[in-house]
C-alpha cells in the first residue's frame, strides 16, 4: 500500500485531503502540530471507514523535530505522496509588519516545505514513483494586502516546486501546487461575506475543501503522471 504524508491535516482542507487519498485506498500519515486531538480524531473517523491510517505530530518549521519524525515513519518504509499543506497566516500591512511575523510564516509554509519534503526524495526516488503536491493560495499569484509575508512564502513554494520537478522527472516523481481561491470556512465566512464574493469571484460563490482535495487527489494518482511543475488554480476563476 502507498503511503501518503498529509501535513496540516488537522485543518479543513488538509482533513479533505486525507478524506480523499484514504478513499483511494492510500495509507494516510496524518500530520499535526498544536491540534493533536484534531489528527488523531480524523485517523479514527479514516479508520472506522475502512481506511488506512496513522497519526504524527510535530512542528513543520524545525527542521530537527521533523527530521526525527520522518526517520521514525521511514523506517516502516518510503513515503512516496507528500501533501505539504501545512501553513499559516499573520497578517499585516508591511510597514507596520513585525520581523516575528514575516518569519514565522516564512518558517512553516516556505522551510516547512524543506523540512518535510527533502528527506523523503532519497527513499522516494529509489522506488521510481513518487507524487508531491503543495497547498498554496491564490495570494502568490496576484498578491494579497496585508498578506506580503504569506504570498512571498507560497511563492518561494512555486518556485522550488518547478524547480524540484525538473530534477525528478527522469525517475517518474511529479511535483505540482495547487492554489486555492476562497474555500469556505469559519473565517473566510467573517472575512469575505457574500456580496464581496459576488464581486470577486465569476462563479459568485466560495469553493469547498472537498474541491480543493479532489484536485490533489488528481495530481497524487496515476492519471496526472504526466503532469508536472505546474501551479493549478482551484478559485471559481478569480482574477
Not at 469571484?201 to 503532469?227: D, I, T, W
Request: proline content about 4%; glycine content about 10%.
Amino acid at each position: 500500500m502507498i503511503r501518503a504524508l498529509v501535513t496540516g491535516a488537522s485543518g479543513a482542507i488538509g482533513a479533505a485531503i486525507a478524506r480523499e487519498l484514504a478513499r483511494q485506498g492510500r495509507h494516510v500519515i496524518v500530520h499535526g502540530n498544536r491540534n493533536r486531538e484534531q489528527a488523531e480524531a480524523l485517523v479514527d473517523e479514516l479508520r472506522a471507514q475502512g481506511g488506512s491510517a496513522e497519526p504524527v505530530v510535530f512542528d513543520v518549521a524545525d527542521g530537527a523535530a521533523s527530521a526525527a519524525a520522518l526517520e521514525t515513519l521511514l523506517a516502516a518504509g518510503p513515503i512516496q505522496i507528500v501533501v505539504n499543506n501545512a501553513g499559516i497566516h499573520d497578517d499585516a500591512p508591511l510597514p507596520g509588519m513585525r520581523r516575528e511575523q514575516w518569519h514565522r510564516v516564512i518558517d512553516v509554509s516556505l522551510h516547512g516545505f524543506f523540512n518535510v519534503t527533502q528527506p523523503l526524495l532519497m527513499p522516494m526516488v529509489r522506488t521510481r514513483w513518487g507524487r508531491i503536491v503543495s497547498v498554496s493560495s491564490v495570494a502568490a499569484i496576484t498578491g494579497n494586502r496585508g498578506q506580503a509575508n504569506y504570498a512571498a512564502a507560497k511563492a518561494g513554494v512555486h518556485g522550488a516546486s518547478r524547480s524540484l520537478a525538473l530534477e525528478l522527472a527522469s525517475r517518474n516523481i511529479t511535483v505540482n501546487v495547487v492554489a486555492p481561491g476562497i474555500i469556505e470556512s469559519p473565517m473566510s465566512a467573517q472575512a469575505f461575506p457574500k456580496e464581496m464574493i459576488d464581486r470577486l469571484v465569476p462563479m459568485k460563490r466560495a469553493g469547498s475543501a472537498a474541491e480543493v482535495a479532489s484536485v490533489v487527489g488528481f495530481l497524487a494518482g496515476e492519471s496526472a503522471s504526466y503532469v508536472t511543475g505546474q501551479v493549478i488554480s482551484v478559485n471559481g476563476g478569480l482574477a
